[in-house]
C-alpha cells in the first residue's frame, strides 16, 4: 500500500468560511508534508511533520494551521482565505526506505471566491 | 533564485521514439535526484532516483543519469509511448532528507 489519500478532492469557500483538508496514510511513515502548487509551477513546501511534530514551516501566513493528530493523519485548517490562496495543496509523506522519497495523494483543488 | 532548473517547459517526440528531459541545479549540497510524473488532477507519482554516489540508475524504460561535475541530470525513455504523456519535475534533496526542491517541471507530449 503506497497510498496517500486526500480529502476533499475539489472544494470552494468563501473568503470568510472555515474549512479543513485532511491528508491519510497507513504506510508507517513519520514524516509527512504539505505543498501547495499553482497552475504550471512545482510544488511549494508549506509544512513538515516529522514525528507528529511541525519541523519546517517556510513562513506560511497565519491562515493556514496544520495540525497532525497523529502518524497516519495530517490535517490543514483554512480561515479567512484570499482568493490568491487558490491552488491545488498537496499532502506527502515521506518513505521509510530511503529516507527521502515522497509519496505524494492526488491533492485537493481548492478555490476561494 | 531557482536551484533546480528545467529549461525545456515541453517536449514533444513521436511514439518509439527517445524522450530525454533535462534538469540542472547548483546546490552542491544536494546528494540525492528523484523525477516524478504528474497528470492533470492527480498528486506527483515518483519514478525514478539517483543518489549522487552513481552516475545512472536504470528502471525499465527509464534511465536517469547524472553528472555531478557539471551539476546536469537527464532522463531518458525509451521506447516513448503516448501514456508517458505528463508533466515531469525534476527534485533534488540533501542527505538529511527534510524536503525536496523542485523544478519547475517539463510538459511531454508523445504522438503516436
Known amino acids: 500500500d503506497t497510498e496517500v489519500t486526500q480529502t476533499p478532492k475539489h472544494l470552494v469557500m468563501g473568503m470568510t468560511n472555515k474549512k479543513s483538508l485532511k491528508c491519510e496514510q497507513h504506510?508507517?511513515?513519520?514524516?509527512m508534508y504539505w505543498y501547495k502548487q499553482k497552475a504550471k509551477k512545482p510544488p511549494e513546501l508549506m509544512f513538515v511533520?516529522?514525528?507528529?511534530?511541525?519541523?519546517i514551516n517556510e513562513s506560511v501566513p497565519s491562515r493556514f494551521s496544520p495540525e497532525c493528530p497523529n502518524s497516519s493523519l495530517l490535517n490543514l485548517h483554512l480561515h479567512a482565505l484570499q482568493p490568491e490562496d487558490s491552488a491545488l495543496y498537496l499532502c506527502?509523506?515521506?518513505?521509510?526506505?530511503?529516507?527521502?522519497?515522497?509519496?505524494f495523494g492526488n491533492g485537493t483543488r481548492l478555490t476561494v471566491t | 533564485d531557482q536551484q533546480v532548473k528545467q529549461n525545456s517547459p515541453s517536449l514533444s517526440v513521436q511514439e518509439g521514439r527517445i524522450s530525454i528531459l533535462n534538469c540542472d541545479y547548483t546546490n552542491s549540497m544536494f546528494d540525492y535526484f528523484l523525477w516524478y510524473k504528474k497528470y492533470p488532477a492527480e498528486g506527483p507519482t515518483f519514478l525514478i532516483s539517483?543518489?549522487?554516489?552513481?552516475d545512472k540508475n536504470e528502471d525499465g524504460r527509464f534511465t536517469v543519469f547524472l553528472n555531478k561535475s557539471a551539476k546536469h541530470l537527464s532522463l531518458h525513455i525509451v521506447p516513448s509511448q503516448p501514456g508517458d504523456s505528463a508533466v515531469y519535475f525534476c527534485a533534488a534533496s540533501d542527505n538529511a532528507g527534510n524536503m525536496l526542491t523542485f523544478g519547475g517541471g517539463t510538459r511531454l507530449m508523445v504522438k503516436p
Open positions: 504506510m508507517g511513515h513519520r514524516a
Open positions: 539517483i543518489s549522487s554516489i552513481k
Open positions: 506527502a509523506s515521506r518513505s521509510t526506505l530511503d529516507g527521502i522519497t515522497l509519496h
Open positions: 511533520y516529522s514525528y507528529e511534530k511541525l519541523s
